[in-house]
Nanobody, 127 residues
Framework: QVQVVESGGGVVQAGGSLRLSCAASGDISSLRLAWFRQPPGQEREAVAAIGRNALTEIAYAQSVKGRFTISKDNAKNNLYLQMDSLKPEDTAMYFC????????????????????WGQGTQVTVSS
């Protein structure tokens, strides 16, 4: 059982930056991890994912590519999402998700392939 807790959300003006953190209760080195977001009244969507090999297993949604950076620190069991050049359309509840150990990177944008979810942290971008 792995628990994940997000932090770092807040209110920021368009063009600003935020860094989200996700603290896991156990060893994340063998887990596939991802950030999802859910705008008000919309479905949850994948933002970015990172696999066991942080050098070769990274993927971003087209809408955030070049602006967001996902990373992890296996020693601290933390996942991060650096968000730059934020836009009002980035406003959403952001969730951290973790898979079962040794899950393949294939399917990393599908919510159903993740077992552990945090409660979310709200990001609001004002225009």
């Amino acid at each position: 059982q792995v628990q994940v807790v997000e932090s770092g959300g807040g209110v920021v003006q368009a063009g600003g930056s935020l860094r989200l953190s996700c603290a896991a209760s156990g060893d994340i080195s063998s887990l596939r991890l991802a950030w999802f977001r859910q705008p008000p009244g919309q479905e949850r969507e994948a933002v970015a994912a990172i696999g066991r090999n942080a050098l070769t297993e990274i993927a971003y949604a087209q809408s955030v590519k070049g602006r967001f950076t996902i990373s992890k620190d296996n020693a601290k069991n933390n996942l991060y999402l650096q968000m730059d050049s934020l836009k009002p359309e980035d406003t959403a509840m952001y969730f951290c998700a973790a898979s079962r150990p040794d899950s393949p990177f294939f399917g990393s944008f599908s919510p159903s392939t993740y077992t552990y979810w945090g409660q979310g942290t709200q990001v609001t971008v004002s225009s």
